[in-house]
């Protein structure tokens, strides 16, 4: 079975620290992907990569940056944490279409 | 571009009674098209998609979706409900043209399944 781990399933932080979220996948997928889930606007695409130090934005990128230096291994990265960015984050990798998630990270930012 | 909508935020049902959740698409070109499955604080589950060929499609848990190009739809469906169907359920499109990241999500139906 695709397993893909989020390191945090629940952080809690305050206004202006910098935040890491890990995301790593066990089955060698090109295609990694960074969600952002909140109730009522279902999941908006923050950043997407198709390989290894590639990375491309997707819908809501502003105040986020990734990176991808090991194909298994997505993080997301939060420069200066603002309220706004309390949410559920959600990690995924990519087979056949398929996408393979993992348990998810709820931040709250305070 | 492309789009899905998810017209009911809520779907109530009763345990052995035949559920659908309704999802409506965009796109310009050829549409892949998904359903998945979210549990309380889980990451989502796969349910079933389509690409091409037949246009009912069955998947995980008893469920199946049909493709109806016509009228832009691909609905879930099961034939008899389950209390443990309750879940919060994604339809996903993705336009065959667009590259190779981006999915599109609805917003969501909760569906509930009373004994």
């Known amino acids: 079975d695709v397993k893909v781990t989020q390191s945090s399933r629940y952080l809690v932080k305050r206004t202006g620290e910098k935040v890491f979220l890990e995301c790593v996948q066990d089955?060698?997928?090109?295609?990694m992907f960074w969600y952002r889930q909140d109730p009522g606007l279902g999941l908006r695409l923050i950043y997407f990569s198709y390989d290894v130090k590639m990375k491309e934005k997707g819908d809501i990128p502003e105040g986020y940056s990734v990176s991808r230096e090991k194909k298994e291994r997505f993080s997301l990265i939060l420069e200066s944490a603002s309220t706004n960015q309390t949410s559920m984050y959600l990690c995924?990798?990519?087979?056949?279409?398929?996408?393979?998630f993992g348990e998810g990270s709820r931040l709250t930012v305070l | 571009a492309q789009s899905v909508a998810q017209p009911e935020d809520q779907v109530n049902v009763a345990e052995g009674n035949p559920l659908t959740v309704k999802c409506t698409y965009s796109?310009?070109?050829?549409?892949?098209l998904f359903w998945y499955v979210q549990y309380p604080n889980r990451g989502l589950q796969f349910l079933l998609k389509y690409i091409t060929g037949d246009n009912l499609v069955k998947g995980s848990y008893g469920f199946e979706a049909e493709f109806n190009k016509s009228q832009t739809s691909f609905h879930l469906k099961k034939p008899s409900a389950l209390v443990s169907d309750s879940a919060l359920y994604f339809c996903a499109v993705r336009d065959e043209n667009t590259n190779a990241g981006k999915s599109t999500f609805g917003d969501g139906t909760t569906l509930t399944v009373k004994p």
């Open positions: 796109v310009s070109g050829n549409p892949y």
């Open positions: 995924a990798s990519r087979r056949a279409g398929e996408l393979f």
């Open positions: 089955m060698d997928h090109e295609n």
